[in-house]
């Protein structure tokens, strides 16, 4: 269980990580972290752009001009104010990857229960009581 959460923390976090929206802008709003973002993941790019990310609902509540608009079109308009090309988006399914580790965690165990009390019944000559 350990071995399997350790080595799905990383593949989760990136997908939830993936669920931020990037601000293209100098004026970044309640002290977000700046950081440049270079889009390297096989989509046009401009150089280097220079904003900020917020998790969604938070981009939300500091941006109340985009509160009408859907977050596939909130997606497109921030695109092009990047000087990208909107592209559909296919959001992140972190959920996905947790519900997996879950049945690994419990389904390799209960599996190995499974064998092993089918084997303890067989070696015993399949008596019903023991």
Known sequence: MVGTAISFYEPIKREFKKTDLFFPAEDCRQAAK???????????????????????????????EYKDLSTPDLSDRLHIQAGLTPEP??????????????????????????????????????RRTV
């Open 34 to 64: 700046r950081e440049p973002h270079n889009n390297s993941e096989g989509r046009e790019h401009i150089g280097k752009l220079v904003g900020c990310f917020y998790p969604e609902p938070k981009f939300r509540a500091l941006f109340p």
């Open 89 to 126: 988006i296919e959001g992140p399914h972190p959920w996905n990857l947790v519900g997996f580790a879950a049945a690994i965690m419990v389904g390799v165990p209960a599996a190995v229960l499974a064998v092993c009390a089918a084997f303890y019944w067989a070696l015993s000559g399949f």
